[in-house]
């Protein structure tokens, strides 16, 4: 029982975020007309310390919306370039009255001449060892800015913060001594509100982490200028060989067409009695291949003959090299 009103007591008790309970009522003023009222509360909740991005925009949103509503459009239209200036994107209330919606559109052109940057720029390094980091500054007279803050983890060690005043400087920085760094900058504006961030992680160089890690790389050979000759040797060679077997069967079935001509019975005149006058041509034109069995055969051999010489004296292909990295150096092995 007592554990349970411990815990009550504590969330009653927890401060909210910065500004949130400012936007809660503004907003609740605005919904009831009470626009005098909604501007004083919000007038008074930008001055608390450490506000986020996040709560500015919100709060800068109604303290348009609260003026154009009633009739103050000059200021109306300073408070959404604000806005507009933290985030050139953000999206107009679909519910706003016309009036206040060609504002809010106007606000757009003075935003974007004052637009506000903040942009990390690459760490000072010195061998493998980073020694300064630092970001680029552009103001704006809607939100001056006072300063930067870095937030700065050396090494995978504790996070320190060091608070920079900008003092006329656009390129503020800070030391550090580290092979890693993980940083985030906060620019600040009155009250220390936070206007822009950005983080960044800077790893030691590619070079350092390969002489730590060893690399064994195969690189493939390129194809030497003759190393096509001995692939085509064999292409043609076999080719041959394919020749000569087809010119060896047509010359084989040639002579055996021949022979059973010339083996076929007769009467006593000579005249042909053991083959039909069907069987008779069907030989006869298998005799006639003779002559194409001797081209097969001859060309075939050619093409063999070729094939051989053509795979015998072919230049070698290079053999395959190893190239190694390591804390030595680099190595390469293979034939050259």
Request: charged share 15%; aromatic share 4%.
């Amino acid at each position: 029982m007592f554990a349970t009103v411990a815990l009550v007591a504590l969330v009653v008790t927890a401060p909210p975020n910065p500004g949130a309970r400012g936007i809660v009522t503004a907003r609740a003023l605005i919904d009831e007309f009470q626009f005098a009222k909604a501007l004083a509360v919000i007038g008074d909740t930008l001055k608390e310390p450490g506000l986020e991005t996040a709560t500015l925009i919100s709060l800068y949103e109604l303290e348009g919306i609260a003026h154009a509503t009633s009739g103050a459009s000059t200021a109306a239209k300073e408070s959404f370039a604000r806005l507009l200036t933290l985030d050139p994107a953000h999206p107009m209330p679909n519910e706003l009255p016309p009036k206040v919606r060609t504002l809010y559109f106007g606000a757009r052109t003075v935003a974007q001449r004052e637009a506000l940057e903040l942009v990390a720029e690459p760490p000072t390094r010195v061998d493998a060892v980073i020694e300064s980091l630092s970001v680029t500054v552009k103001t704006s007279s809607l939100l001056p800015a006072t300063a930067v803050r870095f937030t700065v983890s050396v090494d995978d060690g504790p996070s320190t913060t060091t608070l920079v005043p900008l003092d006329g400087a656009h390129r503020p920085g800070v030391k550090v001594h580290g092979a890693k760094v993980k940083w985030w900058a906060d620019l600040l504006g009155p009250h220390e509100a936070v206007l822009r961030s950005v983080e960044r992680e800077e790893l030691p160089p590619a070079e350092d982490l390969v002489k730590k890690v060893p690399v064994s790389v195969s690189q493939a050979p390129s194809p030497s200028p003759g190393s096509w000759v001995k692939p085509a040797g064999v292409a043609v060679g076999i080719g041959g060989l394919v020749g000569v077997t087809i010119g060896a069967v047509l010359g084989a079935q040639s002579a055996d067409a021949r022979a059973k001509i010339a083996g076929a019975a007769t009467d006593g005149n000579g005249v042909v009695i053991g083959l039909t006058q069907v069987e008779a041509a069907r030989l006869d034109a298998t005799a006639r291949g003779g002559l194409a069995a001797n081209v097969l055969m001859i060309s075939g051999g050619a093409l063999t003959a070729t094939g051989l010489l053509m795979f015998l004296l072919g230049p070698e292909d290079p053999a395959p090299v190893s190239v190694s990295m390591g804390p030595g150096g680099v190595t390469a092995a293979g034939r050259f």
